[in-house]
């Protein structure tokens, strides 16, 4: 049996390293991607993932002789980016992140860079952070979702962020429809549809504040309409996200309705 942790070449230009931090969170565990193009001598890592020794030696092993320039983070979550300073320092890299530290080198909406020989383009994809990015590889028809949409399964909104979430849904939407039609996602599997993916899961968000907005009119608490709504999540962590999640959507529906009636304040 191989190991699931072994190297996987997914396109020519983009390779994929799991990281060995399943959980109810992580899925299999992180999605560390490698990105470079086969006559590069460079290489740039996206989501190194946890510091785990492990993983390090085998993201240095995958790069069979290349020099690693970059280091990109799509979210500064522990999970994606725990391993980036001890993988800058082993490698000599430059560490990339929309909330960058000293040494570090802050990106935003818009940028236009070249990873490894392979042009990319910055995306803000706000909803799981404030400050997720995606990272879309135009020429290969990527975008890389970081946990803003994962390969199966539903994301925790931010607090306050699920107005943002449903915007940044419909953008993946529009970015696969204009050619970058795959997702490679922060955890979970490749997501041969995007577009597809981010529809469904943009009208399963649309449903369930749709649920909730029911709810709460009839009179109901947040914990009444997390018990009903969420009957099926049974892991206590997930459980608190999903009461996180109904709180978010009150919120959003408050902001809304006050957005409306406010008028001039309208987003
Ligand atoms: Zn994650």
């Given amino acids: 049996m191989t190991s699931p ?14 990281a060995p931090n399943p959980s109810p969170w992580t899925l299999e565990g992180t999605n560390t991607w490698i990105v470079g193009t086969p006559g590069s001598g460079e290489r740039a890592v996206i989501d190194p993932g946890p510091a785990d020794e492990g993983h390090l030696d085998r993201i240095m092993a995958a790069l069979g002789g290349r020099t690693l320039t ?8 522990g999970d994606h980016a725990e391993a980036a300073a001890p993988l800058a320092e082993r490698s000599g890299a430059t560490v990339y992140t929309s909330r960058a530290r000293e040494g570090q080198v802050r990106v935003a909406e818009g940028e236009r860079h070249v990873l490894g020989g392979v042009p990319m383009l910055v995306h803000a994809i706000p909803g799981h952070t404030v400050d997720s990015l995606g990272f879309e590889l135009e020429e290969d028809g990527i975008v890389f979702t970081g946990d803003t949409l994962l390969g199966r399964g539903s994301t925790a909104v931010g607090m306050g962020l699920m107005g943002d979430m449903l915007t940044t849904l419909a953008r993946l939407e529009r970015l696969a429809a204009a050619g970058s039609g795959r997702g490679f ?11 597809a993916a981010a529809a469904s899961r943009l009208a399963s968000r649309r449903r369930r504040i749709a649920d909730v907005e029911g709810r709460a009119r009839a009179g109901a608490s947040v914990d009444a309409i997390t018990d009903e709504l969420y009957a099926h999540v049974a892991d206590p962590s997930l459980r608190m996200a999903a009461r996180h999640t109904v709180v978010s959507i009150l919120k959003y529906l408050d902001a809304r309705e ?10």
């Fill in 258 to 267: 006050h957005g409306e009636s406010a008028g001039a304040h309208g987003r």
């Fill in 185 to 195: 996602p922060g955890h979970g599997e490749i997501l041969e549809d995007l577009g």
């Fill in 5 to 18: 942790y072994q190297v996987r070449q997914i396109t020519p230009n983009v390779a994929l390293l799991l």
């Fill in 70 to 77: 970059q280091i990109w983070l799509t979210h500064s979550h």
